[in-house]
């Protein structure tokens, strides 16, 4: 699944790029991210290079709330796309059903990804890492966290 999707991304990609003569940038966008579960992706410019994303992802363990704070640089060459990478925190709420109890657990993350705003079109598409560190019992660093995002761009 996670190879279709790195695929699907990879073509879309570049046949925007090939037909898009400029990039446009945008100042929120939302829409869903996907990876092992789902989530509600809100993202927000509060600088022309610096944004915050806050994501509530919902997967098979429970919930999970994620702030980021992105630092965005262009990528020469390419435009519309740029790279970014930041810190962030997240709280976790998860299933009795995989842990003795109803857990709720903090932690702090980190971001490395691509963003891409279509030319002529209010889509945003991004591909990220999310590694994290959770505190609590039986916790500690997960770097299965990221994914694909695809927002409407207003």
């Known amino acids: ?3 279709f999707f790195l695929f699907l991304l990879a073509v879309i ?3 925007t790029a090939r ?3 400029m990039g446009h940038s945008y100042k929120t966008a939302l829409g869903l991210k996907v990876w092992d579960g789902a989530g509600i992706s809100l993202k927000t410019f509060a600088a022309p290079n610096k ?3 806050v994501i509530g992802y919902f997967w ?3 919930t999970r709330i994620t702030g980021l704070y992105e630092i ?3 990528i020469e060459g390419a435009p519309g796309l740029k790279w970014y990478v930041g810190p962030g925190v997240h709280v976790g709420f ?3 059903k995989y842990y003795t109890d109803n857990r709720t657990v903090g932690g702090i993350d980190g971001v490395l990804g691509l963003d891409y705003k279509i030319n002529k079109a209010p889509l945003n598409l991004s591909i990220d890492w999310q ?3 959770e505190f609590g019992e039986n916790r500690g660093f997960a770097g299965s966290w990221g994914g694909l995002g695809i927002r409407y761009t207003f």
Do not use: C, K
């Open 51 to 53: 944004a915050i994303e």
């Open 1 to 3: 699944m996670r190879v």
């Open 72 to 74: 965005h640089g262009n």
């Open 131 to 133: 590694p994290s560190f």
């Open 13 to 15: 990609l570049s046949t």
């Open 94 to 96: 998860y299933d009795r």
């Open 60 to 62: 098979r363990q429970g």
């Open 19 to 21: 037909s898009q003569s």
